[in-house]
């Protein structure tokens, strides 16, 4: 079952740029250049964002590759494909790596086993500061002022190949 996606790499420095080219193109098992644009919300930054296909499963191994580099800023979406869900992984270095279940049209979906282990094992006093964990309102947060430097950059089509 083939999956797409998209990946945006909020922030990274130059030197990593490569490894993130390599990294993608590990998972793709096709060569990835993408392109390069300064990140203007932290100087001396660069952003980049491609679509891909693949796999279903390929946008976590995507970000699992990518968690190498703790310094990176970067989120990989995976639509959903009949049977499987879609997901939503989010990089931010002070807060590691995040990830959720999306619907069709991309909200956060949480489970009821995620719910019931919520409710088991919280106070009411918490269960607010949980949700938001569970919907990684933290990431989403760190992550807006990366997005909209974006807004109007150029997008790089990947396929996997073979």
């Known amino acids: 079952m083939n999956a797409r996606g998209v990946v945006f790499v909020h922030s990274s420095p130059t030197a ?4 993130v080219e390599w990294a993608i193109s590990g998972v793709l098992a096709t060569k990835v250049s ?12 660069l952003r980049a964002e491609c679509t891909w296909s693949g796999p279903a499963g390929s946008g976590g191994a995507i970000a699992g590759a990518l968690r190498a580099w703790s310094m990176l800023r970067f989120e990989v979406t995976e639509e959903p494909t009949p049977g499987v869900d879609g ?3 989010c990089h ?7 990830s959720g279940r999306t619907s069709a049209n991309g909200d956060i979906v949480v489970a009821e086993d995620q719910l ?17 964990d569970l919907l990684g309102s933290a990431w989403d947060e760190a ?4 997005r909209l430097a974006g807004d109007g950059a150029p997008v790089t089509w990947l396929h996997q190949v073979g």
């Open 87 to 89: 997901e939503r992984f």
């Open 16 to 19: 990593v740029c490569p490894h």
């Open 92 to 98: 931010v270095p002070n807060l590691g790596l995040w």
């Open 34 to 45: 993408l392109h390069w644009t300064p990140q203007p919300a932290v100087h001396g930054q």
């Open 143 to 146: 992550l807006e002022p990366f």
């Open 116 to 132: 019931r282990t919520l409710l088991a094992s919280s106070t009411n006093g918490q269960i607010p500061s949980r949700l938001h």
